[in-house]
């Protein structure tokens, strides 16, 4: 048999951090190829390694049965191997040809011939079934236009094996199903496909083979079709773990959190809610689903405080919070948990302590007079640290010496002891590991249980489905629609996601 | 209707050109520096040289080509010393850049007094200026063969690089390169362009359309060099750079409106009127012209004002009346 890729007792360490020990890896040709794992396991390490950005410290590469020294991304690409990495590289105000061509002008005379670039263009979309305009600005196209042409750049520099680092973490589920028909074409062409994912439906859906990491090693590379899905968990894992819809108590309360017909525009000064609306009760966890980029965020960031929004109405236990400055809103009772938690959840420069002092450092009993009680201080850094299992050297150790998962944690266990009766949580997990996941989910319902009133933000549908009550799908601005978390189908999510109104069997969709 | 007439006639456009071109160069090379991602405040500090070195160079040789040169020599020390700072080093660039300007002008006054022995200005010495450029066959073209013959060489060279520049970035690779570089360096950077190495070309090329444009002050507006004789056209072309976002064209029309009310601001002392209200004529229409410029393409600032203004009345309406709120909750 005839491998496309052949790593041989790779190992790369950084330091004393052993990223990829002794894995070998072998891709066939005309397969599509997942590698899966949880954040941490190395897959990004090992593609980085096969495509020349990383050297190994150990170890063989050999592609299409020749030993190859890859010593950056160039080789990599004259040995036919091409990379789509997770963030797009495009440049917003060059048209799709001269991105797609980018680095490798066609030129005539000296000067870059912008006709044969679009030519080349078309029939490269035109062949592979990747549909774009080649005039058209990058700026103005969607994320999963563009990660077409990202791909189209790696096919014009004539890869033959692509890997793709977790292509469907940008995409509707619609978007991720074209994607998939794409690979499969390509595998149909005789091109290989490497497809570096932690969702495991789609590694069930579209892979041939599956390879495993779990610390840095390759723990299982096995046909798809041999394992099922709660092997592949336990493969990543090591143990089982469940992400089915978690047990719980009925609804107890009354409304807690009201937001009336919310109007606001983003930095671009576009309209980024237009007109939502909705309710949650104590005791009640919403989740709002939407790709990412669809005003989740501008809506944690206006019921929070820090942007402004234009028109609307907030209400928190009946009291207007409307306008009201971040601290008011904290004040008032509402812990909000940011989506991009190194920006506005932790100071990465300070210690795990002052971290979870931040915010309440005025208030009795964590400092009297004005002056921070260090020894309260020290005995409930001590308590949070050990109650939300956080791991870290000492309470006195840098947010940024955390691992994603871990600094989430600090941020969980501050906001949740802060007293607040409403709990705004954006992306509760997003980078964070399996393991991680699970007692951050368990912490969340058992903030339901004592009662808080609980808006969580997600673009990962399957912890909104283990989590929320009701789901609130966003795009555009608007909430397209409400699905019961029960209740849920994930192709009427998707439809909803894309902006699209399916048929009106679910009754409480409305629209704007 | 009379004093109009006075005012504008061929001879204003034919100042206008003139007064247009020196502030031309530098914005033009300003462009590279701006395409790429570098915010160069240096510019007059390197036409300040290039407008004293070009001098040195003519007296010492005779030859005003030869002092374009060294003009433009000095000009590029400067700016391979700002790239160097700036994309090496990893400095500010507003703080380099204006380190670099008040430099030039220290050096300039300093190097006059020891080699001439004088303050103010230079001229004499066996100074020369470029000559100016007469097209062949304009007596045909009537009073616009007027216009567009007689100015010194930089002058043509200052507007046929607009149309070059415009075909540079959007034709030749190095600047798409440019382009790139300045809009997404990680984009650059995967594709294996090396940014400093571009950086460095942009600082350069900079270098050498403001050491032009210093030479041209000195040897081909006029012929003599005078202390701080950029007198913030350095400045004024960063402006324009800023609101042409380092385009040509855009960059041509901001110099025009400038040189325009440079021109008008002459016209108006021999008018009579006090000379040193004429001569913020063309800053205060150029501010006002940024102004208006920033008004319409960044209304950011005037919306967010309007909108917290809003916010702020919208708020008060919400506490006059809170019932019809509770009213309509309860169904």
Known sequence: ?????????????????????????????????????????????????????????EGEIWIDGEKKVLPNPAAAIAAGIGMVHQHFKLVPSLTVAENVFLGMEIRKGGLIDHAAQIRKTAELSKQFGLQVDPTERVGLLSVGIEQRIEILKVLARGARTIILDEPTAVLTPQESRELFQTLRGFVAQGMTVIFISHHLEEVMEVSDTVSVLRHGKNVASRPTAELSKSDLVQLMVGRLVSFDRLPRGPIAGKTVLEVEDLWCRDERQLQALKGVSFQVRAGEIVGIAGVAGNGQTELAEVLSGLRPSSHGRIKLAGRDITGRSAREIRAAGVGHVPGDRLVRGVDRNASIALNLLMGRQDQSPWSRHGIIDRTYLQQQTKALIERFDIRARSPESTAKSLSGGNIQKVVLAREFTGGADCLLIDQPTRGVDIGAQESIHAEIMRQRAAGKAILVISVQLDELIALADRILVMFGGTIMGEIAGDRVDEEEIGMLMAGVVPDPHSQTVDTV | MEVLERLLNVTLVIATIRTTAPILLVALGGSFTTKAGIFNIGLEGQMLVGAFFAVIGTIASGSPWIGVLCGVAAALTLALIFALLVVTFKANEVVVGLALNILAGGMTVSLMKAIFGTRGSIFGHGLVGLPPLKLPNVKDLGWFGQMISGYTPLVYLAFILVPVLILFYNRARLGLYIRVVGEKPEAAEALGISITRIRYTASLLCGLLAGLAGAHLSLGYTTMFTENMSSGRGFMAVAILIFSNGDPLKILLGCLLFGFSDALSLRLQTLGISSYLVLAVPYLVALIALFALSYRSRPRVIQETLASMGRALSVKSNTIKPRTATDASKP
């Not at chain 1, 005309?30 to 794992?37: E, N, S, T, V």
């Open chain 1, 1 to 57: 048999m005839s491998f496309a890729i052949e790593l041989k007792s790779i190992t790369k360490r950084f330091g004393s951090f052993v990223a990829n020990e002794d894995v070998n890896l072998a891709v066939e040709r005309g397969k599509i190829h997942a590698i899966i794992g949880e954040n941490g396991a190395g897959k990004t390490t090992l593609m980085n390694v096969l495509f020349g950005l990383l050297q190994p410290d």
